[in-house]
């Protein structure tokens, strides 16, 4: 099993719809969960971390963290062009110093 | 201004040649890293360091040598360069745990032919 793993896409969202990627992971010990969103060309740039179980918001962007699960998400409300990216899934992992692994990443286009 | 960068953006070079990429943040971060992103966009650790010491070294050939002179600055030495070696290298930083957030460089796109 892959430590960290991402639906690959591509999503395709009509702008105003909520796109919904999904994570899962194998550490069950990990504390430290993250996403990233990446341009073509760009390097990841950080959009929400978690660290608790439940959900936390910020603006149009929900993450949601079931550690029983070992399962990660992210909502997108109100999709835009603009989100249009590959977000990565990443976790710190507790018990390999402290690395953080990424997934293989899930492609989101939005359709205007 | 900017929190995490890292030259040169783009490397074109022979197979066999000697190269670096050098990378710094001013971000006060303790941990520097080496990722690698294939042409399948996956990114995968090389390195990580703490304060100058090495603290994660995956299964990368002995022709990767990372330097870091001190905890703002992490480089990394490519020997003998393989057509295998051309992706896109990214540095990161973080806080250590709690937290720890990468923030990353612009990233370096080596090709080599």
């Known amino acids: 099993q892959k430590e960290v793993e991402q639906n690959s896409g591509p999503l395709s969202v009509p702008e105003g719809a909520i796109a919904s990627l999904n994570c899962t992971y194998s550490?069950?010990?990990?504390?430290?969960f993250f996403w990233y969103r990446q341009y073509s060309g760009k390097s990841p740039e950080l959009i929400m971390s978690?660290?608790?179980?439940g959900d936390k918001e910020d603006g149009r962007f929900t993450a949601q963290l079931n550690k029983a699960s070992q399962y990660v998400s992210l909502l997108i409300r109100d999709s835009q062009p603009s989100d249009s990216a590959t977000y990565l899934c990443?976790?710190?992992?507790?018990?390999?110093?402290?690395?953080?692994?990424f997934g293989p990443g899930t492609s989101l286009s939005v359709i205007p | 201004d900017t929190a995490v960068s890292q030259t040169p953006k783009y490397l074109v070079t022979q197979m066999g040649n000697d190269k670096s990429i050098k990378c710094e943040q001013n971000?006060?971060?303790?941990?520097m890293y080496w990722y690698k992103q294939d042409s399948k966009k996956f990114l995968k650790i090389m390195f990580s360091?703490?304060?100058?010491?090495?603290?994660i070294n995956e299964t990368v050939p002995n022709r990767f040598s990372p330097k870091s002179p001190d905890k703002a600055h992490l480089n990394l030495h490519i020997n003998s360069l393989e057509l295998g070696d051309s992706a896109v290298y990214f540095c990161?930083?973080?806080?250590?745990?709690?937290?720890?957030?990468?923030?990353f460089g612009s990233g370096t796109q080596l090709s080599v032919l």
């Open positions: 971000l006060g971060h303790d941990t």
């Open positions: 550490d069950r010990v990990s504390q430290s």
């Open positions: 990443a976790v710190r992992s507790e018990t390999s110093y402290d690395k953080v692994i």
């Open positions: 990161a930083s973080s806080h250590a745990i709690p937290g720890g957030e990468l923030f």
């Open positions: 978690i660290y608790s179980n």
């Open positions: 360091y703490n304060n100058k010491e090495l603290i």
